[in-house]
């Protein structure tokens, strides 16, 4: 262990205190910060002996280690008017590397590192935060949320007996206190009365959730460039799930003696795929190349079998796409064909539509199963194969929920059963 902080936790601290974006106007507090923490809270927090609290700024109170003065205890109050600090604060809730802390004021908010911990809990439009900077305390975390209860209780601000009796009060190992799924207000995050309307913008991050409530079928849709991608994730009573991504291109091909080429629209330069077929049957072919696959014909209305009814509901009605130059189609090839095998993205399902103009669409749907795990109070969507992402549920919303793979969040919604008559490509 150091003997004293280093200077990047000091400037860690002040860089804290600068991102509120509430220096310039947190004069003229009618609470005096020093006088919600003594010195013996202090101590028990950091686990060290502590001077008396020191006022840094009318707002700001600093209890210091005695023999680390890196090591110490913030307390900073903002209760100027004319702020709307509710926007900052729900902002601060949704980043993914805070904690949910019930119980706290109206709402609270943790975020830690591995040697600074800062939550800041709302109350009454007034906002107060608490730091805790050590190289010695293993736990800062839990320490600055038993020292923030403490804090909210002299502020006034503890709603603890206002938490419904049926919510549930298991702890994660971050010290947050699981809660149902439903929640009516984004901030007052255990209070039973619904929050005031302007709260209620944007999604709410979870804190603890069952994973009970992710069962279901849920749909969302992204864009990739020209290529757009329908994703159907279905989570069972068993906490399997099943996620089938579903891409459309459409294009000219070309294809004569057993040769064939696919010329994509709408992207720079086209893009070419190409390989050999071989006719078996009057209703079946096998292709190589840039698809190796084998093939079957569908007859008119009939739905593919290799792909989720609900999935093949949501692609897009057949495209027309413009032939400028003169190609050549094999009439045995015209018609719409359902296929399984390999492309560039690995393994997935085909259904290949190919007109007697030489437009096509070719739809390709990947697949991939998991199970649902926990992870300190969140569901963690776990890939059966190792070697792909696991994916986080990191907040939720009317009728669906957010989801990160620390890269893309993806908005899920609750995909409702609409019609199910089936279309052609």
Excluded at 89 to 107: A, C, Q, T, Y
Excluded at 133 to 139: D, P, V
Excluded at 142 to 149: D, G
Excluded at 301 to 310: A, L, S
């Amino acid at each position: 262990m150091f003997s004293r902080v280093p200077s990047y936790i000091v400037l860690a601290l002040s860089v804290f205190l600068l991102s509120c974006e509430r220096v310039a106007s947190l004069f003229g507090s009618k609470t005096d910060p020093c006088s919600l923490v003594t010195v013996a809270d202090a101590q028990q927090a950091l686990g060290e002996p502590v001077e008396e609290g020191t006022l840094t700024e009318p707002i700001t109170c600093v209890f210091k280690a005695h023999r680390s003065d890196g090591n110490a205890v913030t307390i900073q109050l903002d209760d100027a008017a004319g702020k709307d600090r509710r926007a900052w604060f729900n902002k601060e809730r949704l980043r993914r590397d805070s904690h949910l802390i019930p119980g706290v004021g109206d709402g609270a908010v943790r975020v830690d590192s591995s040697s600074l911990s800062r939550l800041t809990f709302i109350h009454k439009d007034q906002l107060v935060t608490i730091m805790l900077a050590s190289t010695k305390q293993k736990h800062l975390g839990e320490s600055l949320t038993a020292l923030s209860r403490t804090v909210a209780e002299r502020y006034g601000a503890t709603v603890a007996s206002t938490i419904p009796l049926s919510a549930s009060t298991s702890t994660t190992d971050h010290g947050s206190t699981s809660e149902p799924l439903s929640r009516p207000a984004p901030v007052a995050l255990t209070k039973t009365v619904p929050a005031p309307v302007s709260l209620q913008d944007g999604p709410t991050k979870t804190s603890s959730v069952d994973p009970i409530s992710l069962i279901g079928t849920w749909h969302t849709r992204i864009t990739r460039g020209t290529t757009h991608h329908d994703l159907l994730l279905v989570i069972k009573p068993n906490m399997e799930w099943s996620l089938s991504s579903m891409m459309e291109f459409d294009g000219v091909l070309n294809a004569e003696a057993g040769l064939w080429s696919l010329e994509r629209a709408n992207t720079f330069r086209g893009l070419g795929w190409k390989g050999t077929y071989r006719k078996a049957s009057s209703d079946s072919f096998a292709t190589t190349g840039s698809v190796q696959a084998s093939w079957k014909r569908l007859v008119t209305n009939q739905n593919p079998t290799r792909i989720p009814p609900e999935l093949w509901n949501l692609r897009r009605e057949a495209t027309s796409v413009p032939v400028f130059q003169l190609k050549t189609v094999d009439p045995d090839l015209v018609g719409q064909w359902e296929g399984s095998g390999t492309y560039a993205g690995g393994s997935a399902a085909f259904v290949w539509a190919i007109q007697p103009s030489a437009a096509t669409d070719l739809l390709i749907v990947d697949s991939l199963k998991g199970t649902v795990q926990t992870k300190d109070g969140l569901p963690l969507l776990q890939p059966k194969q190792k070697k792909h992402q696991r994916v986080s549920v990191i907040a939720f919303h009317d009728h669906g929920f957010t989801t990160t793979d620390g890269k893309t969040n993806l908005r899920w919604s609750q995909l409702r059963p609409d019609s199910t008559e089936p279309r052609q490509l």
